[in-house]
């Protein structure tokens, strides 16, 4: 009987070492899983900070964008008048170039005039 409660106690040893040895492999398991996790969390926190420095970065960009495209705008129609006052100067110079011709043209006419009538004279 001493044999048989002895040996009893061997195995139910045995059992508990096994069951022992069960729950440590599991708790690496789950202290695994935990650093698993950490890690995938900073690496999601790390995304996040990046998605928002794109975003900041995108948005700065698009301000550029549109201030640039303003400026070139105004560039145009700062351009524009000045080719349309250009334009009307130049006109108005060829306007006085053409009245000034003629007017050299009538006196050089009115002083033909006057010498054919004194030479039919």
Partial sequence: KMQEASEK????????????SELESAVSEVQALKANQSELTAAVDDSK???????????????????LLKNLEAQAARTEEQVAETAS??????????????????KLRAEMEERVSESQS
């Fill in 9 to 20: 106690v061997v195995e139910a040893e045995q059992a508990m070492e096994a069951k022992e």
């Fill in 49 to 67: 900070v990046k998605e928002s420095q794109a975003t900041q970065q995108l948005e700065a960009v698009e301000a550029e964008k549109k201030e």
């Fill in 89 to 106: 100067k130049g006109q108005s110079e060829t306007d006085a170039i053409k009245a000034a011709n003629m007017a050299e043209m009538e």
